[in-house]
């Protein structure tokens, strides 16, 4: 990357056109079946319903919004964990989308992820030692025993955990032990790209800040990217340099993370935003909070027109009667889905 073509976005320089992933009209609808002997489709869920951005390489993109919405299922159907109804997904310029099962498995080396629960992802009958080495053994590094465990105990050591522990089992470690269990086998095979599923969302407070730092001092040292997937936006801003908001299915908002959170326009974004706490009860005092009415519609049966209308403050005739507004850049590199804003 040259001098001249970074720019700072969010915290770091980065190159705006070097794309490590490219996500272009990516969906994922599950069917819905009925019968009992003779099944047949009669819907089907729209968790992802047609979505697209692009990751720049080094920089940590923040994926928000409520419960439901389908972050997690955007970053398992981009791994192809799940694959996609529809839509592209480019990694490194190469299409994940319509390759193999051979081909995806070579391509997992430079693409991992980090589960939210520490508690349901980690074996429980697999020692520690034999969960962070599986990796290697399935892609075939490290073929000699001894040179493996040396290299599951400097992982052990470089996420925080004593390397002597390679012989315990996952019920004997705590919560945020576990998480760091789950990084090291991440990292295992030297990835470049990892989507981190809520990585925080199930640890106490105390030791959401200890893994966040970690996975920070990991993306300096291994030029690492992230697709941070959360629900808690302050953590979002202190460690992300862009941001992409979800709402049923869709991104409604995306930006650079500072300009997202300061000058928010999509009315979906500011309810978020105004509910964040500030820690000056005076500046609280005088927020306006902006209450969003009723339920998140299903995604099985979206709302015609904008998929927010049914809940938006500022909705008017044409947020009814026209389909979703496609995501318009009204400042640089900062990118809305909305017919008032647009």
């Given amino acids: 990357m040259s001098s001249e073509a970074a720019v700072k976005i969010g915290k770091k320089n980065l190159n705006p056109d070097d794309h490590i992933l490219e996500v272009n009209g990516l969906k994922k609808h599950f069917p819905i079946s009925a019968g009992i002997v003779f099944q047949r489709q009669v ?70 992820i980090i589960f939210q629960d520490p508690f349901a992802s980690l074996n429980p009958r ?21 040179e493996r465990q040396q290299y599951v105990e400097q992982l052990m050591e470089r996420v925080g955990l004593n390397p002597y522990f390679i012989n315990r089992y996952p019920h004997e470690f705590s919560g945020g032990q576990r998480q760091r269990i789950g990084i090291a086998r991440a990292l295992a095979l030297q990835p ?4 981190a599923d809520e990585p925080i969302s199930a640890l106490d407070v105390s030791i959401q800040a200890q893994v966040v730092n970690l996975m920070e001092e990991l993306q300096q040292e291994m030029g690492l990217t992230y697709l941070f997937i959360a629900h808690d936006l302050s953590m979002v801003r202190h460690i992300c340099d862009r941001v992409a908001v979800m709402y049923l299915g869709k991104v409604v908002e995306l930006g650079p993370v500072d300009d997202v959170y300061d000058n928010p326009q999509h009315p979906y974004t500011q309810a978020l ?38 809940r938006c403050p500022v909705a008017f005739d044409l947020c009814y009667n026209e389909p979703d507004p496609p995501l318009v850049e009204v400042r640089p590199n900062h990118f809305v889905a909305c017919h008032r804003v647009t």
């Fill in 43 to 112: 819907g089907a869920v729209r968790a992802v319903d047609g979505i697209s951005f692009n990751v720049i390489r080094g920089e940590t993109l923040g994926l928000v919004g409520e419960s439901g919405c389908g972050k997690s299922t955007t970053g398992r159907t981009i791994l192809q964990l799940y694959r996609p109804t529809e839509g592209s997904v480019k990694f490194e310029g190469q299409e994940l989308s319509t390759m193999s099962g051979n081909q995806l498995r070579q391509m997992r080396k430079q693409m991992q």
């Fill in 273 to 310: 935003l105004s509910a964040v706490p500030v820690p000056d009860p005076f500046v609280e005092e005088s927020r306006q909070r902006i209450i969003i009415g009723g339920d998140l519609p299903s995604p099985a049966n979206p709302p015609t027109g904008c998929n927010f209308n049914t």
């Fill in 126 to 146: 697999m020692t520690v030692g034999s969960i962070v080495s599986e990796p290697l053994q399935i892609h075939n590094m490290y073929p000699n025993k001894k």
């Fill in 192 to 195: 470049s790209f990892i989507v």
